[in-house]
T-cell receptor
């Protein structure tokens, strides 16, 4: 069974630009969550999507947004990039049986974003 | 406020030297506690889920236990390939969000 895939794996952008990251969950998984990981703050929850609806949101500014498609694939977008947005962005999928975030989340390899 | 604290931040062991990693948590209603392993440059790899106090899970040299306030990850006779960052996360029943600790970086020397 294929794992969670994320594209691209590496990105370099400059301040003020915007970026879109993509995540394909494990087949059959309907919940997709996004996290930002930095050395100082660790892993921080961005948002979670289930059946194309944002179900949970972390404490990030509105520049961070996402969406989920009918095939459960998800994208996240960061607009007006700042230096502090440099991080590893991780996507995780979960089975979410019964519509509830269920059991363990399986992570992708991440997208390393560098903002210059 | 929901919070997860892991200790120590870093741990150096000799091969074969057993030890434990701690994860203390404060959460309004625990749905589950998760342990992950993360290697440099990779996403976290799922290890265990614990749901209630008294529960234990084992996998090879790793054993995870859970009380009402903390969890321990016991590493028995570690090998150099066990070197990684170990992350603990709790899921709050009211929000469903996963809250991660800062992790413990384990280095096992041969």
């Amino acid at each position: 069974k294929a794992g969670v895939t994320q594209t691209p794996r590496y990105l370099i952008k400059t301040r003020g630009q915007q970026v879109t990251l993509s995540c394909s969950p494990i087949s059959g998984h309907r919940s997709v969550s996004w996290y930002q990981q930095t050395p100082g703050q660790g892993l921080q929850f961005l948002f979670e999507y289930f059946s194309e609806t944002q179900r949970n949101k972390g404490n990030f500014p509105g520049r961070f947004s996402g969406r989920q498609f009918s095939n459960s694939r998800s994208e996240m977008n960061v607009s007006t990039l700042e230096l502090g947005d440099s991080a590893l962005y991780l996507c995780a999928s979960s089975l979410a049986l019964g519509g509830i975030l269920y059991n363990e989340q399986f992570f992708g390899p991440g997208t390393r974003l560098t903002v210059l | 406020e929901d919070q997860v604290t892991q200790s120590p931040e870093a741990l150096r062991l000799q091969e074969g030297e057993s030890s434990s990693l701690n994860c203390s948590y404060t959460v309004s209603g625990l749905r589950g506690l998760f342990w992950y392993r993360q290697d440099p440059g990779k996403g976290p790899e799922f290890l265990f889920t614990l749901y209630s106090a008294g529960e234990e899970k084992e996998k090879e040299r790793l054993k995870a236990t859970l009380t009402k306030k903390e969890s321990f990850l016991h590493i028995t006779a570690p090998k150099p390939e066990d070197s990684a960052t170990y992350l603990c996360a709790v899921q709050a029943s009211n929000t469903g969000k996963l809250i991660f600790g800062q992790g413990t970086t384990l280095q096992v020397k041969p």
